[in-house]
T-cell receptor, first 114, second 113 residues
Framework: DTAVSQTPKYLVTQMGNDKSIKCEQN?????MYWYKQDSKKFLKIMFS???????INETVPNRFSPKSPDKAHLNLHINSLELGDSAVYFC?????????????FGPGTRLLVL | SQKIEQNSEALNIQEGKTATLTCNYT??????LQWYRQDPGRGPVFLLL?????KEKRKERLKVTFDTTLKQSLFHITASQPADSATYLC????????????FGTGTRLTVIP
């Protein structure tokens, strides 16, 4: 009965590789998000997405790309991984993009780039 | 530049006391301010939301205040318990954008039995 799930939970990889993190929500929500939490525990929005609109935080490198095969999934693809990409990545969802909607977070994917 | 600062990185209090956490923001026009709890190794969990035209919101032992003049929100946990120990994050939704949450730096609360 997990609301927002992410796989894998841990990801260790070499610099320069390409990797993907999967996210699924079973809440029937229209909007999904990706956040990055760095080593100082600072949580920062990367993308917000529904079937009509993708909003990209301008500070996110174009090596990061969200891909949504359907409304319940928003995967994060990362090309040419760099050391600075090491962080915890959280997926979240909300009913829609209305500003008052609560967001539900997944458990996080801990990425370590060596 | 835009900032959301939670003044205490860590806060220790005795069980039964009231914990008060502070969130200050600069160069935002928040439509809503939310508080989340994050336990180690887990994602944030929503606790409370307060709108810009609301002064105070309560839920059980939790209370949030929002002062748009001071650009500050206070988060109170009354009759604190060791189970309340966690990191608490404030987050705001700016009026200018979509439902993107901008998070504060977090306060790690420890309630000592």
């Amino acid at each position: 009965d997990t609301a927002v799930s992410q796989t894998p939970k841990y990801l260790v990889t070499q610099m320069g590789n390409d990797k993907s993190i999967k996210c699924e929500q079973n809440l029937g929500h229209d909007t999904m998000y990706w956040y990055k939490q760095d080593s100082k525990k600072f949580l920062k929005i990367m993308f917000s997405y529904n079937n009509k609109e993708l909003i990209i935080n301008e500070t996110v490198p174009n090596r990061f790309s969200p891909k949504s095969p359907d409304k319940a999934h928003l995967n994060l693809h990362i090309n040419s991984l760099e050391l600075g990409d090491s962080a915890v990545y959280f997926c979240a969802s909300s009913q829609d993009m209305a500003v008052q909607e609560t967001q539900y977070f997944g458990p996080g994917t801990r990425l370590l780039v060596l | 530049s835009q900032k959301i600062e939670q003044n205490s990185e860590a806060l220790n209090i005795q069980e039964g006391k009231t914990a008060t956490l502070t969130c200050n923001y600069t160069n935002y026009s928040p439509a809503y301010l939310q508080w989340y709890r994050q336990d180690p190794g887990r994602g944030p969990v929503f606790l409370l939301l307060i709108r810009e035209n609301e002064k105070e919101k309560r839920k059980e032992r939790l209370k949030v205040t929002f002062d748009t003049t001071l650009k500050q929100s206070l988060f109170h946990i009354t009759a604190s318990q060791p189970a309340d120990s966690a990191t608490y994050l404030c987050a705001l939704v700016d009026q200018t954008g979509a439902n993107n949450l901008f998070f504060g730096t977090g306060t790690r609360l420890t309630v000592i039995p």
